[in-house]
């Protein structure tokens, strides 16, 4: 099992930033990827940025120049700073941890997901 638990929003004004913090525990030594969502009111859960724990990054198109993924090292607590903020940005962040195991040599892995609660972002004037 792990624990997520995110952190860091709030309402900001358009062009402004903030930084979320997703704090990690339980079995961590599993995670092999790390991810931020986010979910708009009435709208579906989308990715927004990925971090591998060889440090590999990705983010969307859309919040490239503006969004920065980091940490997420040995399954340790990740970021996402956010900067330039816009009203589209207003969503409900998610965070979401990648485990693998392998229980026995001969085993297949046991791929998981876990997610957090959410932390909200409103940008608004």
């Known amino acids: 099992q792990v624990q997520l638990v995110e952190s860091g929003g709030g309402l900001v004004q358009p062009g402004g930033s903030l930084r979320l913090s997703c704090a990690t525990s339980?079995?961590?030594?599993?995670?092999?990827?790390m991810g931020w969502y986010h979910q708009a009111p009435g709208k579906e859960r989308e990715l927004v940025a990925t971090i591998s724990s060889s440090g590999v990054m990705h983010i969307i198109d859309s919040k490239k120049g503006r969004f920065t993924i980091s940490g997420g090292n040995a399954g340790n607590t990740v970021y996402l700073q956010m900067n330039s903020l816009k009203a589209e940005d207003t969503a409900v962040y998610y965070c979401n941890a990648k485990t693998r195991f392998v229980p026995c040599i001969e085993c297949k892995p046991i791929v998981r997901d876990y997610w957090g609660k959410g932390t909200a972002v409103t940008v608004s004037a």
């Open positions: 339980g079995r961590t030594s599993r995670i092999t990827d």
